[in-house]
């Protein structure tokens, strides 16, 4: 079945550090790939998304590339601010079922000052 | 305009009582979903229904019922609440065409089982 493999949390960076998080997967057929994003006390929130190989998704200055031979999307962003501590989570949609999302298990990450 | 609505945020009752969580979304989506995060943060599908369809996920007891009116709504019954039961549930939504499509999430109901 499909799944989704992130790196463990919490990370914590200081203001201005480079961050990446990883994100695997494994999937039938060709998924949508997904990052989430959940403020403390909230829903979750697109933050990009990526629809085929080799497309690059980005919003508020995250990136992340679908690589299908390595069946990866990290989660990069050159240099975080305090307002982006928060819950990231990986998902892909292979299109089963009702396209509901298969998720990763988040990523804590604490930007501090 | 909040796109999907959830009630309550919170909810704290007693173990073998029933309760409901209600959902709307006023985006026209076809489709609604039903999600539960756990106390590690841990994401996983419940129920996805359609006006045509609902899909349930087979780990899901049969204590917990999804219930839509219409297709606005989706309600979420829970029979005999069990404190394992605790947890945060989050409605979603979605024009479910197309795995490209982005999901649009509540802001979750917190269900504490005393």
């Known amino acids: 079945g499909d799944s989704v493999t992130q790196m463990e949390g919490p990370v914590t960076l200081s203001e201005e550090a480079f961050l990446t998080i990883n994100c695997t997967y494994t999937?039938?057929?060709?998924?949508?790939l997904f990052w989430y994003v959940q403020y403390p006390g909230e829903g979750l929130q697109l933050l990009l998304k990526a629809t085929k190989a080799d497309d690059k998704g980005s919003n508020k200055g995250f990136e992340a590339t679908y690589r299908k031979e390595t069946t990866s999307f990290h989660l990069e962003k050159g240099s975080v601010q305090v307002s982006d501590s928060a819950v990231y989570f990986c998902a892909l949609n292979s299109g089963a079922g009702s396209y509901q999302l298969t998720f990763g298990k988040g990523t804590k990450l604490s930007v501090i000052p | 305009d909040t796109a999907v609505s959830q009630t309550p945020k919170y909810l704290v009752t007693q173990m073998g009582n029933d309760k409901s969580i209600k959902c709307e979304q006023n985006?026209?989506?076809?489709?609604m979903y039903w999600y539960k995060q756990d106390s590690k943060k841990f994401l996983k599908i419940m129920f996805s229904?359609?006006?045509?369809?609902?899909?349930i996920n087979e780990t899901v007891p049969n204590r917990f019922s999804p219930k839509s009116p219409d297709k606005a709504h989706l309600n979420l019954h829970i029979n005999s609440l069990e404190l394992g039961d605790s947890a945060v549930y989050f409605c979603a939504s979605s024009q479910a065409t197309s795995p490209y499509n982005e999901q649009f999430f509540g802001p979750g109901t917190r269900l504490t089982v005393l």
């Open positions: 999937a039938t057929g060709y998924p949508s």
């Open positions: 229904y359609n006006n045509k369809e609902l899909i």
């Open positions: 985006l026209g989506h076809d489709t």
